[in-house]
């Protein structure tokens, strides 16, 4: 199986999480499944912001990134949280290749404004993918592991949304499938349970009750548009768990999270109506 697996910086911030991961991927790659690991780092960028004495502003859930903002970012993605987590592969015996979007172009992205006019600073939306980079490491039997930055026409460097990265990568490297790992049990019910699956018309229903908001309904809109472009199946799984990985791989159907499908689709994906905005075009 080919998969893009997106781990949230929340699952990257202590050692210990760093090694379990990496330790279930080697797992995944020993078992002859190729994977583009795509990672995020939100709270450790907050973090370095913070000890600097940067403030960190947020709108519409991205933040909002100034030239003083975006040299941290770069530091932090490309380089603390990137090198750490190669660190732990590399001890799991995983031959792992840190790169971000620029290499070689992977990801082009272009300015990101809203449609009122938002202005989010050195925030990209992709334009233009080119997975060829990725492809020759797969080939190469070494695991990319990718920091959510892209590069402009215009030689800018632009911070990008992970999961829309992820999607990016998904799509265009024809994967399988795609799996979220967060720090929650999946998309819930306004009871708090796990949804296992999920169609467009129960999304919709979670959308109207705000039962979905935040990081979770971006989570939902880029699994969306990850099936709209032929992604099979979207994963949003728990992080935490230590047998996630190994499940899902394996074909469980149930007890891994919440599931969306492909062939579970009416029109409502494919009408666009999870489509974001701030998502490359297929």
Not at 163 to 184: E, G
Not at 236 to 241: D, E, P, Q, S
């Amino acid at each position: 199986m080919k998969a893009v697996v997106k781990i949230g910086g929340t699952l990257l911030e202590n050692p210990e999480d760093r090694l379990r991961l990496a330790g279930h991927i080697g797992g995944l790659l020993r078992g002859g499944h190729q994977v583009l690991l795509v990672h995020g780092g939100g709270k450790q960028i907050t973090a370095y912001l913070e000890r600097s004495g940067v403030a960190s502003h947020f709108v519409e859930g991205l933040r909002v990134t100034p030239a003083e903002t975006l040299e941290g970012v770069i530091k932090v993605l490309a380089g603390t949280v990137n090198h750490q987590l190669l660190a732990a592969l590399h001890r799991c015996g995983v031959a792992a290749v840190g790169i971000s979007g620029i290499d070689a172009g992977c990801l082009v992205a272009q300015k990101l404004i809203g449609d009122q006019g938002q202005d989010w600073g050195f925030v990209g939306e992709v334009r233009q993918v080119n997975p060829r980079l990725w492809e020759v490491l797969l080939a190469a039997g070494l695991l990319p592991v990718l920091a959510c930055l892209a590069v402009g026409d215009d030689a800018q460097i632009y911070n990008i949304n992970a999961d829309q990265a992820a999607v990016a990568c998904a799509v265009h490297l024809r994967a399988d499938c795609l799996v979220f790992l967060t720090d929650v049990d999946g998309v819930l019910d306004p009871r708090g349970q796990t949804i296992p699956h999920l169609t467009p018309e129960e999304f919709a229903a979670l959308s109207r009750a705000g039962v979905a908001t935040g990081g979770m309904l971006a989570k939902l809109r880029a699994a969306g548009d990850a099936l709209t472009g032929n992604v099979s199946r979207v994963f949003i799984a728990n992080g935490h768990r230590d047998d996630i990985l190994q499940k899902i791989f394996a074909g469980w159907q149930d007890g891994i999270g919440t599931v969306l499908e492909f062939s579970a689709l009416s029109g409502g994906f494919r009408e666009g109506f999870c489509h974001s905005p701030h998502l490359p075009g297929h």
